[in-house]
């Protein structure tokens, strides 16, 4: 089939689609005029969910922990954008509690920094990310409780919120910024012969 040879963007692109052949960059690529009428790409642009991760969505959108997560948002004034795997960005939060640098209610990941920026530390996203799980699996607004009881028993026993809260542990202390090992000094033991009478 002939190509048709036009100066219109629009017949180019339509005489590459008649010809079956891929559209060469420079009508991809956004430049001059072309790049104004194209629509930016969201940080969070990804490929499709998979089953669970629809799944985890669909139950934080029905428990109400993400209706939750996006009222805080909007409340604390943050910028919203869609995420990888079904989250919900909302950066630039600024309000002084919680002291983290990130932390999630349902699908919606809440941080101080850009969304750009939370995307380029992929370990601290996945730490987020499972927390989304957390809630699901504990039907949204359970996890608040229980998360916070986790926190009091890591602070005692360890010196710090995360190192022994089963729910740091399990999506990752390093990668969310906890010590492996707690900062509380025990007092140490003293032999049989040192006991005061």
Known sequence: MPTV???????????????????PSSLIEGSGYHSLMTVPRRP???????????LRQAANLANG???????????????????????????????????????????VVLCRC?????????????????????????????FLPLYFLAAGWSLVRSGNPGTRNIFERHAGLEAGGYP???????PPRRRPSEVEV
């Open 44 to 54: 969070g642009a990804q490929k499709r969910l998979t089953a669970a991760q629809r």
């Open 114 to 142: 850009t969304a750009a920026e939370l995307l380029s530390r992929p370990a601290l996203l996945g730490h987020e990310e499972k927390h989304c799980t957390q809630y699901a699996w504990c039907l949204g607004a359970p």
């Open 65 to 107: 922990s993400t209706v939750l997560g996006v009222a805080v948002a909007l409340a604390a004034r943050t910028r919203i954008s869609s995420g990888p795997r079904g989250l919900i960005l909302a950066s630039g939060y600024r309000p002084r509690l919680p002291f983290a640098g990130a932390f999630t209610l349902g699908n």
């Open 180 to 186: 492996a090992v707690g900062t509380r000094r025990r």
């Open 5 to 23: 040879h036009s100066g219109s963007f629009n017949d180019q692109v339509r005489a590459h689609r008649l010809s079956r052949r891929p559209l």
